[in-house]
């Protein structure tokens, strides 16, 4: 009990929040987020509820900020790096490439997740909106009329959602053969 306990407390001083946000994105990769619970995290990061506690005050804070995180991760960051880019044609082309290098289990498991739990259909859907914000705002770049862009966002938008939803498990590589295929290269 004794060595245990010390272990724990290591590992407490140990484990960062970026630590538990990482597991919290496992266990999603595994599409086990209804397994999100406090005691499952504890369970396989092999420590104590206090540990938990010492990062978040409820589970529900610790939702909130694994959603923060893959807002900024899985859409503002990808924005960013597609921002560099001079043309919209340009910023497609490297939103695109980042796209494919995301993790679409987790993509998946999220849309689900949305179905039964608040915190997370709240996030869902504001990242729905800056994506689609954004995609229109690429098409319109590209020399669009606003109703066509705001058409083609939602479209090339359904498309992606589409993929993570019936194809999870699908590398990068395959989506870059379908994306292939979609614009006609």
Not at 101 to 129: G, P
Request: glycine letters at 4%; hydrophobic letters at 40%; a negative charge.
């Amino acid at each position: 009990m004794f060595s245990f306990f010390c272990i724990s407390l290591y590992r407490m001083a140990k484990l960062s929040k970026g630590d538990w946000l990482e597991e919290g994105f496992k266990i999603l990769s595994e599409y086990n987020q209804a397994k999100i619970r406090i005691l499952y995290l504890c369970e396989r990061l092999k420590v104590t509820r206090g540990s938990f506690y010492h990062h978040f005050e409820s589970i529900e804070s610790y939702i909130e900020e694994l959603m923060e995180a893959w807002e900024e991760q899985n859409t503002l960051a990808l924005i960013r790096i597609s921002k560099r880019e001079v043309t919209g044609r340009a910023r497609m082309m490297a939103l695109n490439q980042e796209v494919e290098k995301a993790d679409q289990r987790i993509e998946a498991a999220i849309r689900s997740w949305s179905f039964y739990n608040d915190i997370v259909r709240k996030h869902l859907a504001k990242v729905d909106q800056i994506r689609l914000t954004y995609l229109e705002t690429i098409f319109l770049e590209m020399g669009y009329k606003k109703q066509i862009a705001v058409g083609k966002a939602k479209l090339e938008y359904a498309l992606l959602v589409g993929v993570q939803q019936l194809f999870p498990e699908i590398s990068e590589e395959q989506i870059q053969e379908l994306w292939g295929i979609y614009v006609g290269d």
